[in-house]
């Protein structure tokens, strides 16, 4: 179950196309514009022509302006709040503004096939998704298969569907999500065979024909579960003895997602993963003090309370639980008829330290990272409410 936890994670973390492979759908601008958030209030105070576009979110305004506009804003000392990487993408290695073009790729990493058939692309949106945008993408036919930071989703279509989607005026650009995009980094320094290969098949009705397309490729089986995370169908994570040398041929099947080093040995998690996310590393390598950027911001989680209904919670027992989670359980809800009295799993137990550890135990990694230590790990009573399913 660990692995499956892992891959989850990847998912969320891994968490670009066109016919054929169009790079861009718009043209690079001489000068990137600003785009910003802006408060009704603010909004109010200026004029439609000194933005260049302006969404209604209800609680704030997204509007996109020239350097010019920006900055005649803010000598009239109207306040907005810039959102450099509103048209940023990240997957895995790879960062890069869709304003900008595509970052350098590899040729034979790079999607070249001119195939009609549905596989992998990338949609990024004018603004923050909103529901009936995502509705208008899929009505050409197309699935939004999964959130990409920022404000864009893996899809899986046809290169015409994807055509289709770019007349849409939500759709600020679309690209290829090229093989590139696929490997992790963790694969890149092995050599020779690897004997644990994670590799995230999207399930198109055509699965075992990858996994054979794999095998064939000199792949062996090793073993598979369905992972049902997408926003629209499911990844079977499979796991296969490969050579190094075959990565690059099988990111290049159209409907393998990610792969990845799954290591057999087990390991723990730390704060590492609290100060990527709020963006406290340097280079790219994260630094100590996620509880003392909490200090410093002021928030710690401190009177929220939060429902993790997964497979329970260590000993379902706020008194006898984990000493991370101890005292920390409002309630525990048992919806699997008394099969389960404790986390026999351990999905749910790590989810809810992930939430809300608190790191009692003071034991940290060789580089001095917590373990334990949720994001919000503020002393707020009994946070987490449990559940199993």
């Given at each position: 179950m660990r692995r499956k936890a892992l891959s989850v994670l990847l998912l969320a973390a891994v968490l670009c196309l066109p016919?054929?492979?169009?790079?861009?759908?718009?043209?690079?601008?001489?000068?990137?514009?600003?785009?910003?958030?802006?408060?009704?209030?603010a909004y109010q105070r200026i004029a439609p022509n000194q933005v260049t576009s302006a969404i209604h979110y209800g609680g704030f305004v997204w509007v996109e302006m020239t350097p010019q506009q920006a900055a005649a804003l803010r000598q009239a000392g109207v306040p907005y709040e810039?959102?450099?990487?509103?048209?940023?993408?990240?997957?895995?290695?790879?960062?890069?503004?869709?304003?900008?073009?595509?970052?350098?790729?590899?040729?034979?990493?790079?999607?070249?096939?001119?195939?009609?058939?549905?596989?992998?692309?990338?949609?990024?949106?004018?603004?923050?998704?909103?529901?009936?945008?995502?509705?208008?993408?899929e009505g050409t036919g197309l699935l939004a298969l999964q959130y990409v930071p920022q404000n864009a989703y893996l899809v899986w279509s046809t290169p015409a569907?994807?055509?289709?989607?770019?007349?849409?005026?939500?759709?600020?650009?679309?690209?290829?999500?090229?093989?590139?995009?696929?490997?992790?980094?963790?694969?890149?320094?092995?050599?020779?065979?690897?004997?644990?290969?994670?590799?995230?098949?999207?399930d198109d009705g055509h699965v075992k024909e990858t996994l054979a397309a794999i095998e064939k490729l000199g792949g062996r089986y090793v073993q598979d579960f369905a992972m049902p995370v997408l926003r629209r169908g499911r990844l079977v994570d499979v796991i296969f003895c490969l050579d190094a040398a075959l990565l690059d041929d099988v990111a290049r099947l159209p409907n393998v997602f990610h792969l990845d080093y799954a290591s057999p040995e087990p390991g723990l998690d730390d704060e590492v993963s609290n100060q990527i996310v709020v963006g406290n590393h340097a280079g790219g390598v994260p630094y100590i003090g996620y509880q003392s950027w909490l200090t410093a911001k002021g928030v710690d989680g401190s009177g929220v309370r939060i429902a993790d209904v997964d497979t329970g919670c260590d000993t379902n027992n706020s008194a006898t639980a984990h000493q991370d989670i101890r005292g920390r359980i409002a309630a525990f809800v048992d919806y699997s008829g008394g099969g389960h009295p404790t986390d026999d799993d351990g999905h749910g137990t790590h989810t809810a330290g992930i939430i809300a550890g608190n790191a009692a135990l003071g034991i940290t990694d060789a580089n001095g990272f917590l373990y334990g230590l949720g994001v919000a790990p503020g002393p707020c009573g009994r946070p987490v409410a449990a559940g199993n399913a």
């Open positions: 016919l054929g492979a169009p790079a861009s759908t718009q043209a690079v601008p001489s000068a990137p514009t600003v785009i910003a958030r802006i408060t009704p209030a810039p959102q450099p990487h509103a048209t940023r993408i990240g997957l895995l290695d790879y960062a890069f503004d869709t304003r900008q073009g595509e970052p350098a790729i590899p040729v034979d990493l790079r999607t070249t096939s001119d195939s009609h058939e549905a596989s992998f692309h990338l949609v990024q949106l004018v603004g923050p998704p909103r529901d009936e945008w995502l509705k208008d993408l569907q994807v055509k289709a989607a770019q007349a849409a005026p939500s759709v600020r650009w679309t690209g290829a999500f090229h093989p590139a995009y696929k490997i992790a980094s963790t694969l890149s320094a092995k050599a020779g065979l690897v004997e644990n290969v994670n590799v995230l098949v999207y």
